[in-house]
Structure formats: structure tokens, C-alpha cells
């Protein structure tokens, strides 16, 4: 989640974070709402390609089998899919787990397991259709059942991802029919389908305790584990029974933990790994012209964002948020930062979600007159001394945070850089022990639901992304979007609830990265996804 490192001149040449976040959401994707009557879609990419494109632009024979190692900041700690959110564990539960609705490169909503799916008139009955011969890694058939199981073990949990829809039953129908009905209509019911936390898991576990199946998870996904230590490395083999016929082409799947970018930048360029997840972007250019380097972008479903803990005495007072708003050069800051690679934010919502309002909302722009102004209406006229937590690791943060430091330091308060470990950084903004921090808000589909509910609801799992933030007329929005179908209404409650969070300041969006991968340039049919998150069953190292 951040890094790190000064530098003297005209500019700020520096790194950006590749997300590693805190997926968020509770709920997504505007593809296929309630007015949905039905969507059929084959399988992805059955076919098996005989020769496919480098990530170079080469074109050579794909190569089966083999080991695929990506280096990440952060070790897998757990596979419980209805109890994590952050991508260290989400995107190695992605590799086990599958939904049945899922979403492509572009963030276009994908039957997945399901090999189709209707939804009712009303809005309240969501039929799946499970593909024929699906079956779990360890070679027993999918059923109907399992999905049963598997979504009312999600309802039961709830955990940071949980279904919110207002579920009435979720019953099969026969063995490839699962049948959900609502208490009232859910515009993200589909695309919360497509998150992670609703892959399908056999029923009861197998019969085995949860302990048991977690430390050695059977699911659908293109890989299984083979071997796994919870603070460092995870050895992933390929479903023998995978659905994709002749996929994965990759033998093993290795998550290998570097810790330092620096680290793990040296290494892609030795060809001891054949990717890495935390590429700087200053880096970027070096390695898409370097010698057996490339890298692999898409647009993003990421924010990021400088948060405020309104519990905390001074950032409880809204003008002191708007003040800090209004001081910090958010253009500046994403041209020095991002190398390009980026895009200003006005709005919570990155550009690529729908209701996203960014070209229409009025922000606090760059303005320390107005700054002076507006703290000279709060409690603390005259400025104070605060803190803001960053991770430590992370380049692109910690140079952000500099930025904001000045910024802050123009109007008379004085913010102290705390930099911790990452897994300190989590239990501190988790507890709410923070004043203001860095960090990015993710959704898991296009779906403006996700990124919203997650950092606006106050009785959600997060409390507002722990800021705490309340605001009733925010929550009556909320609430209207979850349940208005798609079209004009919907955008303008969207814009409504957006204009208030640029007034109110619980956060104040910075800038819409691009995701960016660095790989070998032998990699061939690695797909980048919006979310951050990497699909191999295509992946090629081409000889």
C-alpha cells in the first residue's frame, strides 16, 4: 500500500503504488441490473491457442507447462473467501474460487460458472443456470447445492464483502438450477455476484471442518494449493479439472514474497521471477523499453485517496477538512507522481464506473486563499499539529504524503509523517488509531454501489472506510441508488450524494491510477483485470 523516497529539483520523480489496497465494495457493476431479462455467454477463451502475442508485441509458440513466479508485497495469510478484502488474500482467493457471474478486461459483467442467467421482471428473482461437467479440483461434480451452501455461508458470515442485498431464499431448483429470490429489488445484485467473496464451495465443506478446508481450499478455479506458508511464499498447481478445456497452460503458479519493490524490480530484470505486482512508475518506462521486460496495463477501479478519521478532534470539524482540500494542488500532485499513468480525481468514483460524475461535480480546488479562509472558520483558527499514517514500503505514499505536508504546512498545520510497517498499518487505521492516513479505495465491478456503500455507509462493515464519517442525507442516497434501476434517477442521486462528499471532505479523492504490471517479455495471454487482480489461465512463457 505505499512507498517511498525524496527527491531534490524542479519535479517529483517518483513511484506509484500498484495497487495493493483494500478491495472495497458491497455490491457492483451496472451491467445487467434489475430490467436484466436474460444474458447467455460462452465460455471464456475455450480455445487453446497454438501461438499467441509476447507482452513485447512478438509473436511466438505458446509453450505449455512450466512455472509462472510473481513477486508481491504481501504473503497470502488466508483463503476464507467470506472473511477477507484485502488483495493480498483476494487475489489468491480468485485463483481457487469462482463465481458464477464474473467480469472481463473491460469490467463487462461475464457468465461465469453460470452458463446463463434471467432475471425476473420485477427485479426479484435471479435464476443461474450452472454449465454443464463443472466440477472442483479435487474431481466431484458442481452442483446446484454447493452454490446454495456457498451464498448462505456468505449471508450467514456477512465479513468486509457481504451480500446486501435483502435476501428472501436461495433455494436449488434441480441439480444445475439455483434459484434467489429478494425482499425487494437490488440494482447491484448481479455484479456483487461477480465479487470474489461469492465463489462456490462444495457443500459442507466437503465434510471436512472449515479450519481443515481453508488450509487446503477445493474450488473451481484454474489453480489449487499446493503448498502454503502464511508469511511467505504460496505454490499453486493447475485444476487438473478446470472447465476451460486445455487451460491453465502453466504447470505451477508461484506467489513468491518480496517484500521490497527495489527487490523485486532487480529480480524481474534477472529473470529470477516472471512478473511483479508493485511496479513503480517510474519504473515503468525502463522496463517497457528494457531488455527482456514489458509491462501490462488497464484502467483501474482504484481511487486514490487521503482519509480523514472524523472521530479524531480536528478533522471532526468539516472546516478543517475543506481548508486542507483547498490548499492541496491535486493537479501537481498527480503530474509528479503518476508519470502519466494517472488521472485527477473530482469525484469518489474512478472514471471507469458508471454515475462516476467526475466532469460535472465541483470539488474544493487548489486555492490557499480560500484555504486560510475557510480554517479561520473552524475550531482552530490559528492551525495545530496532527499526524498522518502512511505504509511504509511504498515510494509513490510516502512522497504523497510530503506533498500534502507542504500543503497542510501553507495554511498553519503542522502534520507529522508516521510511516509503519504494512501489517501495522492495517491494525491501526482498522482500530480507528489514526488522525488522517493514505490509502486507496477499490471497487470489485463497475458498479458506483461498490466504492460508495463502502465509504459512506456508517453501519456497514468499514464505518465509512473507518472514518467514521455520518451524514444522514448521504445515507438516504445510498440507500435510493441501491434500489432505483438504472438510468437518468440513478445518476442523479449518484451526483447528488458525490457533490455532498466533495462539500462534506471525509476523504478527498486524489487521483485514478492505471494498473501496471511488470513481467518478462516471454509472457504471453496475461490478462490485466480493472481490479487490480491477474487472470493465468491463459498464461503463456513463450520459449
Known sequence: MSRFKASKGKGFGWAILAVLVLAVIAGCSGAGGADTAKNDTAAANEQKPAAT???????KTAAEGGTFTYARPAAVTSFDLH??????????????????????????????LAKSHEVSADGLTYTFVLRDGLKFSDGKDVTAKDAVFSLKRHLKVGGPLEISAKVDSVTAKDEHTLVVK??????????????????ILPDNFGGKSEEEFFKKPVGTGPFVVESWDPTGDVTFVKNTNYWQEGKPHL?????????????????????????IESLALQNAEELKNGD??????????????????????????????RALALALDRD??????????????NSLLPTSIPYNSNDSIKPLNFNVEEAKKELAQSKFPTGFSSTLLVASGNDT?????????????????????????LAAFRERFFAYDFSAMLNSGQADSPEANSI???QTDPDGFSKSYWTHYTNDQVTKLLREGQTTADGDARQKIYGDLLQILADDVPYIPLYYPDIIKGVRSSVEGLTVLPNGSLRFEDAHIAQ
Open 397 to 421: 505514499r510516502a512522497q504523497e504524503a510530503q506533498i500534502i505536508q507542504a500543503a497542510a504546512k501553507t495554511i498553519g498545520i503542522d502534520l507529522k509523517i508516521e510511516s509503519v510497517e
Open 83 to 112: 472473511n477477507e478484502i484485502t488483495a493480498n488474500n483476494a487475489f489468491a482467493i480468485d485463483k481457487v474460487f469462482e463465481s458464477l457471474v464474473s467480469f472481463d478486461k473491460d469490467g463487462k459483467i461475464v457468465d461465469w
Open 53 to 59: 502475442e509476447t507482452a513485447s508485441g512478438e509473436t
Open 332 to 345: 501537481g500532485l498527480t503530474k509528479a507522481l503518476t508519470f502519466g499513468y494517472a488521472q485527477t480525481a
Open 182 to 199: 429478494l425482499q425487494q429489488p437490488y440494482t447491484p445484485f448481479l455484479s456483487e455476484m461477480s465479487n470474489f467473496s461469492n465463489g
Open 251 to 275: 504447470d505451477k503458479l508461484v506467489y513468491k514474497l518480496v517484500q521490497d519493490d527495489s527487490q523485486a524490480l532487480n529480480q524481474l530484470k534477472a529473470g529470477e521471477v516472471d512478473g
Open 292 to 321: 527482456g521486460t514489458a509491462v501490462l496495463t488497464n484502467g483501474s477501479w482504484v481511487t486514490e485517496q487521503l482519509f480523514f478519521n472524523t472521530l479524531d478532534e480536528h478533522f471532526s470539524d468539516k472546516h478543517v477538512r
Open 452 to 454: 460508495i456503500a463502502f
